[in-house]
């Protein structure tokens, strides 16, 4: 029964992802244009070619949530965190807030930011801890009390919306909702919290969530400091924020639109994609253009996007660029995308156990979503760092005679 309950929690935000899809379709089908990046572009995709496409968009939600579950170790447990790792978190936590609001640091759509010469080093060392990355490790941990993981939530929450973004709002529900379910009863100081009561708070915010959806995106536009605009609440939920949680426009726009994207491939470097997944991990030190898939898919949509935005494709437009490229570079390109994915998983079992599988599930969800390679290898370096970090902290906090 908790092995079942497990993969119910395990499956959930692929649940709602794929949700997303069918939503879109109906949305697509019903006001006769597509959604998200492509808001307002008229359809020309027979109801059932959309319907058909919302089902194949959700296979790599079925695919992530499989080698998730069958790769995370069931024997592992969660490691103590020391007080000065908890510490080391919160301060970092808080120096990132305080740079994005003084110096602009992370902020999104916004120019390169600029910090006195002397904090650069120091600027630099905390970009290399991921705020997201460690905030999961402290929410999802058995060993952190509840009042801290609601701090280091709440501050993760602040960072986001001060740097102009609302996807780690989501991030943020998802791991509260894991951490809920999976063993926030002695945490509570209650005798008993049941999952139904649990199910309906979070179904209370997260309908809170949605009705005050547009409000939300409006504070995030004017914190990027473009142009606000009121939105239809319909319009807003299902052409722009289900949009935004879907891939299925995206796909639909690659497949219409395939032979374009056939005739200028050779603009894409043959391994585009294994280059921008280890971008992150020689940073600055070598210097490679790379033409990203997402990048040539935005510049094959819009010519005037290049250097402004990028359009999110999903997993399966960012394969089939490859596949155009050659068969054996996709085959090349999904290996490494499993191999991120079991990774991810591993290390981030190694923090939590067996329930590092929610907080890998959370961070590569996203991946999916995006189709940005980078996304599926980041969570790595990131786990890598704080790992490293965690064991020089472990060592100096160990009593001198556990060392000698």
Not at 139 to 157: D, N, Q
Not at 208 to 214: K, R, S, T
Not at 319 to 324: A, N, Q
Not at 369 to 383: D, K, N, T, V, Y
Request: hydrophobic content about 50%; charged content about 10%.
């Amino acid at each position: 029964m908790i092995k079942r309950f497990s993969r119910f929690l395990l499956f959930a935000p692929c649940a709602v992802f794929i949700a997303c899809n069918f939503l879109s379709a109906y949305y697509i089908t019903t006001a006769g244009i597509y959604n998200g990046d492509f808001q307002g572009i008229p359809l020309v995709h027979s109801y059932f070619e959309v319907w058909g496409y919302a089902c194949i968009a959700s296979i790599p939600y079925l695919i992530l949530y499989y080698i998730i579950s069958r790769v995370a170790p069931i024997n592992a447990t969660p490691i103590i965190l020391p007080k000065l790792f908890v510490l080391f978190v919160l301060t970092i936590l808080v120096l990132s807030l305080v740079l994005t609001l003084t110096y602009g640091v992370g902020m999104m759509a916004q120019g390169i930011y600029s910090t006195p010469a002397p904090l650069k080093p120091f600027v630099v060392l905390i970009n290399r801890i991921d705020p997201v990355v460690i905030a999961g490790i402290l929410i999802l941990s058995p060993y952190v009390k509840f009042r801290t993981a609601m701090l280091v939530a709440g501050l993760l929450l602040l960072i986001t919306l001060f740097r102009g973004s609302l996807q780690y709002v989501l991030f943020t529900l998802l791991v509260c909702f894991y951490r809920f379910m999976s063993h926030e009863k002695r945490a509570l100081k209650a005798k008993e919290t049941s999952k139904l009561t649990t199910y309906t708070l979070f179904f209370i915010f997260t309908a809170l969530l949605i009705n005050f959806a547009p409000e939300l995106y409006e504070l995030r536009e004017s914190i990027r400091g473009l142009e606000t605009r009121n939105y239809d609440f319909y319009e807003f939920i299902f052409g722009k924020l289900v949009g935004r949680l879907s891939n299925l426009s995206a796909l639909l726009m690659f497949e219409g639109r395939y032979d374009l994207f056939y005739q200028r491939i050779d603009e894409l470097q043959p391994f585009a994609y294994l280059l921008d997944c280890l971008k992150y991990f020689w940073g600055s030190f070598i210097k490679t253009p790379v033409m990203a898939h997402y990048v040539y898919y935005t510049s094959i949509l819009d010519v005037n996007a290049f250097g402004f935005y990028a359009m999110q494709t999903g997993v399966l437009p960012a394969m089939g660029l490859s596949w155009m490229k050659s068969p054996i570079i996709m085959v090349f390109d999904i290996a490494i995308t499993g191999l991120s994915i079991f990774y991810t998983v591993r290390l981030s079992t190694f923090f939590l156990g067996y329930s590092g599988k929610y907080l890998a599930m959370s961070l590569l969800i996203f991946a999916v979503l995006s189709g940005a390679p980078s996304q599926f290898s980041l969570p790595i370096f990131h786990l890598a760092v704080v790992m490293a970090v965690f064991s020089i902290i472990k060592y100096f906090a160990m009593p001198s005679r556990k060392r000698s």
